[in-house]
């Protein structure tokens, strides 16, 4: 019998919501607990709370009676609405994180806001400290309880959400566990990913318009962004005249993009959600498989919410690079060191977050917006990172200023008396969700209705809108406070829908900035080296080694190049430096990992030993060039460009010709060149019976060398800037030396770095050199388009900006062509504030390296 024969007697055969998943809790812990195995789960429950409770030096008394009633609260509520099992289901998969050593972050979300789950140890955030609601996590208003034939089953569009972050190494270790613990009952999530009108807009008009790409990037471009969300296409008629008038003048192409947008583009999985169900997976929803062979729901995270718990395990880089940093710290300084162990009051912290001058790893401050408020706002407390967190976000970065000014001179702006205690300590700013539901509160809701109250505005849900503003009218006349003490809590939550935040996520998060800081500034070595053993995660991991090198002269710490002898495979400290990992040289596979161990652990003792023993290891000849030219193997020679092509000849060889060549190699000074030209050229010459090569033989080797020869011909002449090449597409950085020490000798220019153009003199004419990182096309206000380009070197990043109207037909006229990512350019300009250059004329260096024959062709 199938699950759904047992609905067969209602209308519909899906069943009525979530049953919660059974929790299996092993014997040890009532064990542990000192309570029998048939004890309910809500009363294991309340003992694991309570006994941990006391561990954490809860004691009963006065000082302590918010936490005690706070937590019988809570666990009142979860039993009264069915959500224990759900609770245990959270504590019993962090639980084991905890067991196995396994990273977790501080909360996430409403979650924080639980004492419940504090105690459980699933959050480390105490919420009574930070202020947090319980309500914003679970309210009896939320939560809807179906009970069918002696049943409970849960509405899974309202069941509280609970997202995990787990160190992102070990994630899928959590994974293989609840496919263990629910074996059969768990899958991975569909996700549907959707046509946006944007791109419906531009893929239309080029296709049935007939317009250019430009052209319709920049239609798009009128489009409203508003709190980060593109508007509909309908709506953007009613908010843009540009772009109403360019709609009615192409009435077929936006009708037919209308009725594309939305569409489903196409499918993927779900980054963090994993389905749980207390039945079989297949007797409730159909089921597919991923490429990989994992099971995958055909319902996506709406759907599939209705059926089963949704379990979030989101992988969070952060904490691996937190973990791995107190790991090289105890092998590097004996010290064992634990997060929890970290004073978040530690005056170290907020000095560095004051004094910031460089943000690469620093949790959610090290993104350029929130870089920015952090070095404006200069946080002083946990709380003032928090509010960094909250308003580095579309919307509320409207009040960055505005906060930043109230942490230097604490005039809050006063909204209204009746608030002044909620809203003072954000400089009246309502800045957090909670602080809308205590301002309801304050007007007389209970915390039950003020989450109703958020949610409904937060959600923006219109028609219960008007109801809403009646009750606050009738609230405000019941107990006689003046009208415009209603007005401002209606207006506030209204605005405050976009750009408010939720608290309990934001003070977790600021947690983890704090500790990032902490371990940055406190141990830089050892902190640089786990961000840059994650780097090869990232999608852009040369950019990361990039950003990363720039930094470590400020900490007094060199990147070391790649080098055969001294590196590992992975970066490792080298005395008060970072020596680079043979694995993140850009060529060296995972496959090939082991043939370099082999490799590095064979005799060296000339070129021709190194050449047989990258052979015998079975070594790829691209490897081998690509750790030549990453500088690993200079201890046989500087000029790359040369080694490169000798170990090219060499690999070109026959077996045969390798033996001879090597037993001739030190009557030629181990130069292949020089022997290939005496021990072939010669006796071929004088037709000697014994050759090295037969004349064929000899046309066929030269046919495959002469490509290679090309490589070395072209790099020979820019030996310096072949080196900074090399070093820059094979490492992330250049290590031998500067781009514009490079090309100042060639343009008989001074050029500035990028670091010196910020040090300029506002208004100043500056010229520097750089590498395209990023081309962004914009409009502004009055329609006319601007670029900015983002330029890079060794010692920063300067934004060049510039109008077309006023700068292409010059550039045009000159007969070049706009730079593209990764060109190295040539900037004149004026220095303007915050290191902007207004462009006044730029130049594309075509001294083009080679690495590869494909390069020639």
């Known amino acids: 019998m199938s699950f759904y024969d047992n609905f067969s007697k209602y209308d519909d055969c899906a069943p009525p919501g979530v049953l919660l998943p059974k929790i299996d809790i092993e014997s040890k812990y009532y064990k542990k607990l000192g309570i029998s195995k048939n004890t309910s789960n809500f009363q294991f429950l309340k003992k694991l709370c309570w006994e941990n409770m006391k561990e954490m030096g809860f004691k009963n008394n006065k000082e302590n009676k918010p936490y005690f009633e706070r937590m019988k609260m809570e666990l009142d509520i979860f039993e009264e609405l069915g959500f224990v099992d759900y609770i245990l289901l959270n504590w019993d998969i962090l639980n084991f994180c905890h067991q196995n050593e396994i990273p977790t972050g501080p909360g996430r979300g409403s979650a924080a806001g639980s004492l419940v789950l504090y105690f459980l140890h699933v959050t480390k955030v105490d919420p009574i400290k930070y202020g947090l609601f319980f309500e914003r996590f679970v309210s009896r208003s939320r939560a809807k309880k179906i009970e069918k034939d002696g049943t409970i089953y849960l509405d899974g569009s309202l069941l509280a959400d609970v997202d995990n972050d787990i160190a992102y190494d070990r994630r899928q270790e959590v994974i293989n566990y609840i496919k263990l613990k629910h074996e059969g009952r768990t899958c991975k ?87 749980i169900s207390h039945h079989k997976l297949v007797d409730i929803c159909p089921i597919q498989k991923t490429k990989e062979g994992d099971l995958i729901s ?44 970290i004073d978040l009051n530690d005056d170290f912290i907020y000095k560095n977050l004051q004094e910031l001058n460089g943000g690469q790893g620093l949790f959610q401050i090290e993104a350029d ?26 919307g509320a970065l409207e009040f960055k200023d505005q906060y930043a ?104 998060y600021a947690i983890l900035s704090a500790w990032t800081t902490y371990l940055k500034f406190k141990y830089p070595q050892e902190f640089f080296i786990a961000l840059l053993k994650m780097a090869k995660f990232e999608s852009d991991p040369f950019d990361q080694v990039h950003k990363i090198a720039m ?34 040289i850009k ?62 000849s060499y690999n070109i060889l026959t077996d045969r010709e390798k033996r001879i060549v090597n037993e001739l190699g030190l009557k030629y000074n181990f130069s292949i060149l020089k022997l290939l030209e005496k021990e072939v050229m010669e006796p071929v010459a004088k037709e000697e019976k014994s050759v090295l090569m ?76 750089g590498v395209v990182k990023e081309i962004q096309v914009r409009t502004s206000r009055n329609g006319a388009k601007y670029q900015q380009i983002v330029v890079a070197d060794e010692t920063g990043i300067v934004r060049a900006m510039f109008f077309e109207f006023k700068y292409q037909p010059n550039f045009i006229e000159k007969g070049k062509t706009f730079p593209v990512k990764d060109d190295i350019i040539i900037v004149s300009g004026q220095k303007k ?24 062709k």
């Open 189 to 275: 999530i569909l996700n549907l990913v959707s046509l946006t009108g944007k791109l419906c807009i531009k893929e239309v008009g080029k296709l049935v318009g007939g317009a250019s790409e430009e052209d319709m990037t920049a239609i798009t471009d009128q489009i409203p962004v508003k709190y980060g969300k593109v508007a509909k296409l309908k709506d953007a008629v009613d908010e843009n005249e540009k772009f109403a008038d360019w709609a009615k003048s192409n009435e077929k192409t936006f009708e037919i993009a209308t009725g594309l947008e939305g569409l489903i583009k196409n499918t993927g999985v779900h980054a963090s959600g994993i389905a």
């Open 298 to 341: 055909c319902y996506d995270m709406n759907w599939i919410a209705e059926l089963t718990v949704k379990f979030d395990i989101l992988g969070l880089k952060t904490l691996t690079v937190i973990n791995n940093t107190l790991q090289i710290i105890k092998e590097n300084k004996s010290i064992d060191l634990k997060t929890e162990e």
């Open 369 to 394: 917006t929130n870089y920015d408020v952090c070095r404006r706002v200069k946080p002083r407390n946990l709380e003032e990172i928090s509010a960094v967190v909250a308003i580095a976000r579309p």
């Open 405 to 508: 000014s109230f942490i230097r001179t604490g005039d809050s702006e006063l909204v209204h008396p009746e608030f002044s205690e909620i809203l003072d300590y954000t400089g009246g700013i309502p800045l957090y969700q909670e602080q809308l539901m205590q301002m309801a509160v304050k007007v007389g809701f209970s915390l039950d209705e003020a989450e109703q109250l958020r949610r409904i505005v937060g959600k923006k849900k219109v028609s219960e809108m008007p109801k809403w503003k009646s009750k606050i009218e009738e609230k405000i006349t019941e107990n006689n406070l003046e009208k415009k003490v209603g007005d401002i809590l209606w207006k506030v939550a209204e605005d405050s829908a976009n750009y408010s935040f939720n608290k309990s996520h934001s003070i977790s």
């Open 551 to 584: 930094e470590l002269p400020r900490h007094q710490i060199k990147l070391l190049p790649p080098d055969l002898a001294k590196s590992k495979m992975d970066f490792c400290v080298e005395e008060n430096n970072i020596r680079y990992g043979l694995d993140s």
């Open 587 to 648: 060529g060296v596979s995972e496959k090939s990992k082991e043939n370099i161990i082999n490799f590095r652990s064979g005799k060296h003792n000339n070129k021709f030993e190194m050449f047989q023993v990258a052979k015998d290891a079975k070594v790829n000849i691209g490897v081998v060039a690509s750790l030549i030219q990453a500088g690993a193997l200079n201890s046989f020679g500087d000029d790359r460009s040369l080694l490169v092509l000798e170990a090219q």
């Open 694 to 769: 037969t004349p064929k033989r000899w046309g066929t080797f030269v046919s495959k060398y002469d490509q290679y020869k090309k490589i070395y011909t072209n790099n020979k002449k820019h030996i310096d800037f072949a080196n900074w090449y090399y070093e820059n597409k094979l490492l992330g950085y250049s290590y031998t030396c500067k781009l514009k020490n490079v090309f100042s000798k060639k343009t008989n220019a001074l050029l500035k770095s990028c670091e010196e153009i910020f040090d300029a003199v506002d208004d100043s004419p500056v010229k520097y050199i």
């Open 833 to 856: 504030d915050g290191g902007i250059v207004w462009m006044d004329n730029l130049n594309i260096i075509n001294n083009y390296i080679f690495m590869k024959l494909s390069d020639v």
